[in-house]
T-cell receptor, first 115, second 112 residues
Framework: GAVVSQHPSWVICKSGTSVKIECRSL??????MFWYRQFPKQSLMLMAT?????????EQGVEKDKFLINHASLTLSTLTVTSAHPEDSSFYIC???????????FGEGSRLTVL | SQQGEEDPQALSIQEGENATMNCSYK?????LQWYRQNSGRGLVHLIL?????REKHSGRLRVTLDTSKKSSSLLITASRAADTASYFC????????????FGTGTSLTVIP
């Protein structure tokens, strides 16, 4: 079946640094990808929709300058957390929809810990 | 918000018993999907039910959808310890993935 790969799976960084998370669709093309944030024991909250070749669409309350999204190709979207702070520590998950079936395929998630 | 509500929030059962989780949502949908998440991992798609369908089966899973009540249920029969996970419903307005909202989730624990 379709696979979405996310990297890195776990990253620890110092406060003030920037961290890039990659999301790749391995065997299908994805013109759209989605980025979610999940706090412990909570549900997924959609942060933004990544569109290949155009600007990302951010959900209300999500700072676009803080969470930079680049969808450079039909198989790769990146989320960069800029000037990370401890409150940005979270589990970030990407997904890509299979447009024929409507099924969303999820990456394994990236756990960010900001010290 | 469109985010769905699920109940119960937590469910603990003995192995072999059936587990039922419910999901309610607020507006009209195109389809509803159920996902499973093991602790600290990504989500795994379980089943999709379209708005014109009322019931769907997949292995030990049975999903129902009542669009008049804006609710869905997920039944796991003959539960196993390996079914221990969080289960989320997600509603979508179309197949592009736009406006794809997750419910609050049910944490299921199956005791061996």
């Amino acid at each position: 079946g379709a696979v979405v790969s996310q990297h890195p799976s776990w990253v620890i960084c110092k406060s003030g640094t920037s961290v890039k998370i990659e999301c790749r669709s391995l065997d299908f093309q994805a013109t759209t990808m989605f980025w979610y944030r999940q706090f412990p024991k909570q549900s997924l909250m959609l942060m933004a929709t990544s569109n290949e070749g155009s600007k990302a669409t951010y959900e209300q309350g999500v700072e676009k300058d803080k969470f930079l999204i680049n969808h450079a190709s039909l198989t790769l979207s990146t989320l960069t957390v800029t000037s990370a702070h401890p409150e940005d520590s979270s589990f970030y998950i990407c997904s890509a929809p299979h447009t024929n079936t409507g099924e969303l395929f999820f990456g394994e998630g990236s756990r960010l810990t900001v010290l | 918000s469109q985010q769905g509500e699920e109940d119960p929030q937590a469910l603990s059962i003995q192995e072999g018993e059936n587990a039922t989780m419910n999901c309610s949502y607020k507006t009209s949908i195109n389809n509803l999907q159920w996902y499973r998440q093991n602790s600290g991992r990504g989500l795994v798609h379980l089943i999709l039910i379209r708005s014109n369908e009322r019931e769907k089966h997949s292995g030990r899973l049975r999903v129902t959808l009542d669009t008049s009540k804006k609710s869905s249920s997920l039944l796991i029969t003959a539960s196993r310890a390996a079914d221990t996970a969080s289960y989320f419903c997600a509603t979508a307005f179309d197949f592009t993935g736009n406006q794809f909202y997750f419910g609050t989730g049910t944490s299921l624990t199956v005791i061996p």
